[in-house]
Every structure is written in structure tokens, then in C-alpha cells.
């Protein structure tokens, strides 16, 4: 198992278990520390993208890096507390999330 990268929130994760290209994106979205695929590819916590456009999305992937990868917890989403939801896609799989 490779080593802890980061922790955020009570989770720790591995080096290779960070999303590494943002594909697409739509609607308007504020960032901190850089460019939206900067900030949601990087494994600074410090670093944010959020949005208020209905209907906004990333279609985010894992080139070099699995979203699998073992025991435990493999996806976490951490959001701001304001009412929202997403879907999440993988391998066809989808689940929504509120």
C-alpha cells in the first residue's frame, strides 16, 4: 500500500488516488489557487472550485491513477453545505448523491 499523500476531512489517501485530468466542464465556477483543472486535479486541500450554475458539471478521469484502489474508502466528495447534488459515473456505474 502506498503511503498517505494527503488528509483531509478524516481521510487519508494514497498517492495515486487523486483525479488527474478534468475532460469537460459547464457552467461558471469560482476557484482558488489556480484554473479549474488546477484546482480539481491538484492534491492541495487549500484549493477549491464551486458553482452556483444549475446545471454545472465536471467530467473529471483518473489517466494515470485508479479510482479503485484497494480497502477502504476510494471516492470522497467534500462539499460547502449548501443544498446540492451530483452524480457520479464510473466504469457506467452511476449513483446520485444529495
Known sequence: MASAAVSVGGFSFDNNAFVDVLNSSSGSFSVSGGTLST??????PGTFAFSFSQGAFL???????????????DIVLFELGAP???????NGISSQCQ
Open 59 to 73: 467530467d473529471l478521469g483518473f489517466t494515470d491513477n485508479v479510482a479503485v484502489n484497494g480497502a477502504g474508502n
Open 84 to 90: 446540492d447534488r451530483w452524480l457520479v459515473t464510473i
Open 39 to 44: 484546482v480539481v486535479t491538484d492534491t492541495d
